[in-house]
T-cell receptor, first 113, second 114 residues
Framework: GNSVTQMEGPVTLSEEAFLTINCTYT??????LFWYVQYPGEGLQLLLK?????DKGSNKGFEATYRKETTSFHLEKGSVQVSDSAVYFC????????????FGKGTRLHILP | ETGVTQTPRHLVMGMTNKKSLKCEQH?????MYWYKQSAKKPLELMFV???????ENNSVPSRFSPECPNSSHLFLHLHTLQPEDSALYLC?????????????FGPGTRLTVL
């Protein structure tokens, strides 16, 4: 089946630093790719998504590009803020199952003021 | 109400109690999900209801019993739980006949089993 691997956390950065959270995947077919974010005490929220190769998803200054050749979907942000502190989940849709998403283990991000 | 709502937000129960978690989605979606999120463990998919038919049951113990009376409501009935069942239980919904199939999550119910 499909699977997602993302970098272990926690990741600690200073405010205004550049952020990269790596995500690679294994899949048959052409899955959609997602980044979800979970703020403390809340459920998961969709941050951005890409549905086909070379698509770039973006939202709130975050970006990720669907790279089929490297099976990657790395999350980046040019200048992080304290309010970006959260857990970030990379995910992909299961092949031939529109009702199932496979999540990575999550990466906790701490931003220091 | 908008999005996906869950009640209660916090629940403490003894091992012999029976309780239910409720989820309601106000998005007109046709699929609903229960996930379990434990500390230091990956997000675990428990149950999937697609058009009110259960399409996934990931070897969940029978002390967890889901119910989906219609496409907007989902329940998780709990009985004789164990302390290791303490976790955040997340409900989600999606529209499965559209491409991209993103899921929308509720805020979760924080369950503590004593």
């Amino acid at each position: 089946g499909n699977s997602v691997t993302q970098m272990e956390g926690p990741v600690t950065l200073s405010e205004e630093a550049f952020l990269t959270i790596n995500c690679t995947y294994t899949a048959t077919g052409y899955p959609s790719l997602f980044w979800y974010v979970q703020y403390p005490g809340e459920g998961l929220q969709l941050l951005l998504k890409a549905t086909k190769a070379d698509d770039k998803g973006s939202n709130k200054g975050f970006e990720a590009t669907y790279r089929k050749e490297t099976t990657s979907f790395h999350l980046e942000k040019g200048s992080v803020q304290v309010s970006d502190s959260a857990v970030y989940f990379c995910a992909l849709s299961e092949t031939n199952r529109d009702d199932k998403i496979i999540f990575g283990k999550g990466t906790r991000l701490h931003i220091l003021p | 109400e908008t999005g996906v709502t869950q009640t209660p937000r916090h629940l403490v129960m003894g091992m012999t109690n029976k309780k239910s978690l409720k989820c309601e989605q106000h998005l007109g979606h046709n699929a609903m999900y229960w996930y379990k999120q434990s500390a230091k463990k990956p997000l675990e998919l428990m149950f999937v209801y697609n058009f009110k038919e259960q399409t996934e049951n990931n070897s969940v113990p029978s002390r967890f019993s889901p119910e989906c009376p219609n496409s907007s409501h989902l329940f998780l009935h709990l009985h004789t739980l164990q302390p290791e069942d303490s976790a955040l239980y997340l409900c989600a919904s999606s529209q499965v006949d559209l491409g991209g199939n993103e899921q929308f999550f509720g805020p979760g119910t924080r369950l503590t089993v004593l």
